[in-house]
């Protein structure tokens, strides 16, 4: 079946720049939507962004400024850079499929484990 | 703030019934669907209602929701132990300057 497991550094410095990569295995990339969702301890859920395997984005209006999502198909894989980073912006970091393709209100699916990424001097 | 708002918390004896709410507005639950999504402790989301009210396969037909103009409700009947996680709604939010979406604050659900 469909994984998706995000991966990355777990400790960014304040200001720099936050990068994770989500791979996709069991399945293919193409014809889905794909997800950024993050949840700061103890707190709940925050959607990032989304990215159509095609390349088209949508990004959650608060961190448009700050937020890249790019997918590389080749490699099944899709990926978050999230930049000026502060410990606000610590959290886990999901990655997620939206299904059903082909539609415009899809919704999320599966989702990765998650990964904690802290941002500390 | 969440844009969706839920209780922080609800609670419920085994074998109860216990429901969830979730209250939006005409851009988000008033006119989309209503998505549910279990977090059992330490563990990534996993989706538990799809479309107000539709169940994927695996999840127990003890979990059902419903839809009411801005508002939707969670109610899960016969409750069990396993059933302690928190609870959160979602849906998309058409707004002028696109769709996004939005989550309630989440509702950490007690078996006593």
């Known amino acids: 079946q469909v994984q998706l497991q995000e991966s990355g550094p777990g400790l960014v410095k304040p200001s720099e720049t936050l990068s994770l990569t989500c791979t996709v295995s069991?399945?293919?990339?193409?014809?889905?939507?794909w997800s950024w969702i993050r949840q700061p301890p103890g707190k709940g859920l925050e959607w990032i962004g989304y990215i159509y395997y095609s390349g088209s984005t949508n990004y959650n209006p608060s961190l448009k400024s700050r937020v890249t999502i790019s997918v590389d198909t080749s490699k099944n894989q899709f990926s978050l850079k999230l930049s000026s980073v502060t410990a606000a912006d610590t959290a886990v970091y999901y990655c997620a499929r939206g299904n059903p393709p082909y539609v415009t209100h899809w919704y999320f699916d599966l989702w990765g484990r998650g990964t904690l990424v802290t941002v500390s001097s | 703030q969440s844009v969706l708002t839920q209780p922080p918390s609800a609670s419920g004896t085994p074998g109860q019934r216990v429901t969830i709410s979730c209250s939006g507005s005409?851009?988000?639950?008033?006119?989309?669907?209503v998505y549910w999504y279990q977090q059992l402790p330490g563990t990534a989301p996993k989706l538990l209602i799809y479309?107000?009210?539709q169940r994927p396969s695996g999840v127990p037909d003890r979990f059902s929701g419903s839809k009411s103009g801005t508002s939707a409700s969670l109610a899960i009947s016969g409750l069990r132990s396993e059933d302690e996680a928190d609870y959160y709604c979602a849906a998309w939010d058409d707004s002028l300057s696109g769709s996004n979406w939005v989550f309630g604050g989440g509702t950490k659900l007690t078996v006593l």
């Open positions: 069991g399945g293919s990339i193409s014809s889905y939507y």
């Open positions: 005409s851009s988000n639950i008033g006119s989309n669907y």
């Open positions: 479309r107000n009210n």
